[in-house]
């Protein structure tokens, strides 16, 4: 038998893993955001680079850790609508057009 789980439900299972602690291992919890990185370029475009260290505020649910945020850093490929598609609404500060000449230019 198996269990039937909703779209969204999926989708609660991941923001519950982001904001509730449900991995408390920092390796794991790389590889869950190398993992879920992949989801989106998968179906949206773009490369994943890498998933960073945590940086900044230390995290009230973890006062034993330096645990602070983590980010996913996406590189430009063609396969990334020319608006930038779902990436152009986050890191706003860098635009879509910087975004992509960037990732051209260290191709070359």
């Known amino acids: 038998m198996a269990k039937v789980l909703t779209d ?7 923001q519950r893993a982001v904001h509730e602690d449900f991995i408390d291992d920092s390796d794991a919890y790389r590889h869950f955001l190398e993992s ?18 945590p940086f900044g505020e230390k995290d009230p649910k973890n006062p034993e850790g330096s645990e602070g945020k983590w980010c996913v850093l996406f590189h430009w490929n063609d ?5 930038g598609g779902v990436f152009k609404d986050y890191d706003t500060d860098v635009p879509v057009e910087e975004w992509k000449a960037d990732t051209e230019a260290s191709e070359e």
Do not use: R, Y
Not at 8 to 14: L, Q, T
Not at 79 to 83: A, L
């Open 36 to 53: 879920l990185g992949e989801l989106i370029t998968n179906h949206f475009g773009g490369d994943v680079s890498c998933v960073s260290d």
């Open 79 to 83: 396969s990334v609508p020319d608006d």
């Open 8 to 14: 969204k439900e999926c989708a609660e299972i991941v």
